[in-house]
C-alpha cells in the first residue's frame, strides 16, 4: 500500500510565498519520476512541474521563473517551492509520483488547496 500526503497549502496574498510537500510512504522499492499538477475551479488538471529520479526538472511555461520543484530521494518527499504568486496560481495542487512497488504504477495524493487573494 502506497500512500502520497501532500501538504502545504494555504490562504496568501499575491506576491507572497509557500512551500508544498508531499510525502511518499508504504512499500516502496523505488520512486521514479514525481511532479506537482493542479485543479482550478471549472477547469482541466494541468502539469505544474516534474522532477526525475536524477533531478531532471520541467515546469509549465506560466510558473517558470516563480516555482521550484525538488526532491529527497532519502526522504521520499517531493517539494514545490512557489514564490510571486499570482490568484490565477489558485487551485488544489496534487502530488504525483511513478512508483515501483512488486509492481510499477501511478500514485497521486488527495491534493492540498492554495488560495491566492489579489
Known amino acids: 500500500q502506497v500512500q502520497l500526503v501532500e501538504s502545504g497549502g494555504g490562504l496568501v496574498q499575491a506576491g507572497g510565498s509557500l512551500r508544498l510537500s508531499c510525502i511518499a510512504s508504504?512499500?516502496?522499492?523505488?520512486?521514479?519520476?514525481m511532479g506537482w499538477y493542479r485543479q482550478a475551479p471549472g477547469k482541466q488538471r494541468e502539469l505544474v512541474a516534474t522532477?526525475?529520479?536524477?533531478?531532471?526538472?520541467n515546469y509549465a511555461d506560466s510558473v517558470k521563473g516563480r516555482f521550484t520543484i525538488d526532491r529527497d530521494n532519502a526522504k521520499n518527499t517531493l517539494y514545490l517551492q512557489m514564490n510571486s504568486l499570482k490568484p490565477e496560481d489558485t487551485a488544489v495542487y496534487y502530488c504525483?509520483?511513478?512508483?515501483?512497488?512488486?509492481?510499477?504504477?501511478?500514485?497521486w495524493g488527495q491534493g492540498t488547496r492554495v488560495t491566492v487573494s489579489s
Open positions: 522532477v526525475t529520479s536524477s533531478g531532471v526538472t
Open positions: 508504504g512499500n516502496i522499492f523505488r520512486i521514479n519520476g
Open positions: 504525483n509520483a511513478n512508483i515501483v512497488t512488486k509492481i510499477w504504477d501511478s500514485y
